[in-house]
């Protein structure tokens, strides 16, 4: 499975949209991007994932380049509760994933 | 709420005793996986069992062992414990198996050898 790459925290103000790089310039063509967050030592919370296309659900976005090397977790609006640890992971044939040491995001009022 | 538990939520034992944690996947999902986090080594992937089956294994110790039962609950065994073995464990699970398979996570157990 391909590395990530991600900066190792980012400030956000309550109210504006989060976005999270991540840089994954080794994926494979059937590797997936997988986001998850963890809130303190809650477990791991999934938020998203894809492919090719850009991935909408009520929680983010995704947006993954054409060349598939690098990605960004969009968090529209921020709140104090999206503060948390947030893991870029690629994940391909190999069902296990491959934690890194994610973005810690603080989001401030 | 992910639909996965796990208990308990909290142990805390001495070292060289023997610990099992518990896990019960979401209804309907075949695959479940550990992981251990502790402070120095991140997130890591121990081992999946898929349907009753030991499907993959990481960087599990000789001295955990796990297994799946047909209720699909799994239980992971922990014994001669050392301090070092203090962590949180996660267990995760998912409907079945490949890349495109997402994995959701229990709340964890803390566990603290003294």
């Known amino acids: 499975d391909a590395k990530t790459t991600q900066p190792p925290s980012m400030d956000c103000a309550e109210g504006r949209a989060a976005n999270l790089p991540c840089n994954h310039s080794?994926?494979?063509?059937?590797?997936?991007v997988y986001w998850y967050r963890q809130i303190h030592s809650q477990g791991p919370q999934y938020i998203i994932h894809?492919?090719?296309n850009n991935e909408t659900n009520e929680m983010a976005s995704l947006i993954i380049t054409e060349d598939r090397k690098s990605s960004t977790l969009i968090l529209p609006h921020a709140t104090l509760r999206d503060t948390a640890v947030y893991y870029c992971?690629?994940?391909?044939?190999?069902?296990?994933?491959?934690f890194g040491t994610g973005t810690r995001l603080q989001v401030f009022p | 709420d992910s639909g996965v538990t796990q208990t308990p939520k909290h142990l805390i034992t001495a070292t060289g005793q023997r610990v099992t944690l518990r896990c019960s996947p979401r209804?309907?999902?075949?695959?479940v996986y550990w992981y251990q986090q502790s402070l120095d080594q991140g997130l890591q992937f121990l081992i999946q069992?898929?349907?009753?089956?030991?499907?993959a294994k990481g960087n599990i110790l000789e001295r955990f062992s796990a297994q799946q039962f047909p209720d699909l609950h799994s239980e992971l065994n922990l014994s001669s414990l050392e301090l070092g073995d203090s962590a949180l464990y996660f267990c995760?699970?998912?409907?079945?198996?490949?890349?495109?398979?997402?994995?959701?996570f229990g709340p964890g157990t803390r566990l603290l050898v003294l």
């Open positions: 995760a699970s998912s409907v079945s198996t490949g890349s495109q398979e997402t994995q959701y």
């Open positions: 080794t994926i494979s063509g059937n590797e997936y």
């Open positions: 894809g492919l090719k």
């Open positions: 992971i690629v994940k391909g044939n190999t069902d296990k994933l491959i």
């Open positions: 209804s309907g999902d075949l695959s």
């Open positions: 069992y898929y349907n009753g089956e030991e499907r």
